[in-house]
């Protein structure tokens, strides 16, 4: 879910405005999976825009703490909100620590990187979320290492429903500062797309692994 509409729209104006998110309904991306898709996001153009990662930043910080109250550590998932987490937890004034995908296979052998105690209480930064598989992972790691995650926060959701399956499973709490929905009226908005493409996209977010260019 979003914070609030009013962030909701402000992100997404700003992310439009740094092409961190490209909508191309009639020259569709591919993804990794596979997929076809007429968006592409990459949060971490944000952290090339002082203004706008300042802004990212202590919103999302301010956020945290009237959502979830000021947790002990802020914990960013490796490699996309590494940087926006290490921003947050400055602002806020707390230890930072990151959580690798799996763990290194030398050295330490670590998937947590940086310092945290049992018992401590977390919040998790992501800069986009999909279906919330990888997220989802860091917050095992987490708890594996028992710590308590108050919940996770992210720039930008798909708002795709397995992703909300997913995380009602592990009950965790997702809070997003945009979202495909408020992105799309914004980008209508200020004419970056037509009325014609945003049918086109709204229609990749009810089924994006069956969509097709028509």
Not at 30 to 55: E, H
Not at 154 to 170: K, M, P
Request: glycine share 6%; proline share 5%.
């Amino acid at each position: 879910m979003i914070f609030d509409e009013q962030t909701a729209k402000e992100t997404a104006d700003l992310l439009l405005q740094i092409n961190a998110i490209k909508l191309q309904p009639n020259d569709p991306f591919t993804w990794a999976s596979g997929w076809k898709s007429p968006i592409y996001c990459d949060n971490r153009i944000v952290l090339s825009y002082p203004p706008i990662r300042n802004y990212v930043r202590s919103t999302m910080a301010k956020h945290i703490e009237n959502t979830f109250g000021k947790p002990d550590v802020i914990a960013g998932v490796a490699t996309g909100a590494i940087g926006i987490g290490v921003l947050v937890a400055e602002f806020l004034g707390l230890p930072f620590i990151y959580v690798r995908p799996e763990a290194k296979e030398h050295g330490r052998k670590n998937q947590i990187e940086g310092f945290i105690e049992p018992g401590k209480t977390v919040v998790v930064i992501e800069d986009l979320i999909s279906t919330g598989k990888s997220s989802l992972n860091a917050v095992k790691a987490l708890r594996d290492a028992h710590v308590n995650i108050k919940g996770m926060v992210a720039i930008f959701s798909y708002g795709f429903e397995t992703a909300s399956t997913n995380f009602e499973a592990e009950k965790v709490t997702l809070y997003t500062l945009s979202n495909y929905e408020n992105l799309l009226d914004q980008a209508l908005k200020t004419k970056y797309i037509t009325a014609k493409e945003k049918e086109i996209l709204t229609k990749w977010s009810a089924n994006p692994s069956e969509w097709k260019v028509m």
